[in-house]
């Protein structure tokens, strides 16, 4: 099977709103790179919920 996606995920803090900075890679069906997509999600716990508060990213 053919890799078409790459996804990396690191965690910036261990704070009760953490930071994630992630990484997507898109690739063609003959394996060469389609674009990558840096973004940076803060995700919050609201009545026992975690969920996206704010999405900022950009593509190289």
Same mark, same amino acid.
């Given at each position: 099977? #053919? @890799?078409?996606? %790459?996804? /990396?995920? /690191? ?10 900075? !992630? #990484?997507? /890679?898109?690739? +063609? @069906? =003959?394996?060469? @790179?389609?674009? $990558? &997509?840096?973004?940076? &999600? $803060?995700? !919050?716990? *609201? =009545?026992? +919920?975690?969920? $996206? @508060?704010?999405? %900022?990213s950009y593509a *190289?």
């Amino acid at each position: 099977m #053919q @890799k078409r996606l %790459s996804i /990396t995920s /690191t965690r910036c803090s261990t704070s009760s709103t953490p930071p994630r900075a !992630t #990484q997507l /890679t898109r690739f +063609r @069906k =003959d394996g060469s @790179k389609l674009g $990558v &997509y840096e973004s940076l &999600y $803060v995700l !919050t716990k *609201e =009545d026992g +919920r975690w969920g $996206v @508060k704010l999405r %900022s990213s950009y593509a *190289e």
